[in-house]
Nanobody, 130 residues
Framework: QVALVESGGGLVQAGGSLRLSCAAS????????MGWFRQAPGKEREFVAA????????YYAASMQGRFTISRDNAKNTVYLQMSSLKPEDTAVYCC???????????????????????WGQGTQVTVSS
């Protein structure tokens, strides 16, 4: 059983930056691919970014490409999401998720599907003001 706890959310002005963290416990972190998803009020959960076990492969939703960067530190059991050039439409609850996949590897075709992930955090609120 893997427990995930997000932190780093908050209120930021449009154009600003935030770094989210997701700390994992209870499992071998490097066995899991990690993803970030978000959900805005009244909207479906949306894929943001994902990273495979080694950090060598990263994936982004098109609207986040170039503005968001996902990274991980396996020694600290933590995955990060650096967000820059934030827009009001980025306002959402951001959740991290862990996928065992094939020993920490998710195919690029599968990273955007939430059902591929085995464990989820509670989320952290990000609010971007205009």
């Amino acid at each position: 059983q893997v427990a995930l706890v997000e932190s780093g959310g908050g209120l930021v002005q449009a154009g600003g930056s935030l770094r989210l963290s997701c700390a994992a416990s209870g499992g071998t972190f490097s066995n899991y691919a990690m993803g970030w998803f978000r959900q805005a009020p009244g909207k479906e959960r949306e894929f943001v970014a994902a990273i495979n076990w080694s950090g060598g492969s990263t994936y982004y939703a098109a609207s986040m490409q170039g503005r968001f960067t996902i990274s991980r530190d396996n020694a600290k059991n933590t995955v990060y999401l650096q967000m820059s050039s934030l827009k009001p439409e980025d306002t959402a609850v951001y959740c991290c998720a862990a996928a065992y996949g094939s020993s920490g590897y998710l195919h690029s075709n599968n990273v955007k599907y939430d059902y591929k992930y085995d464990y989820w955090g509670q989320g952290t609120q990000v609010t971007v003001s205009s």
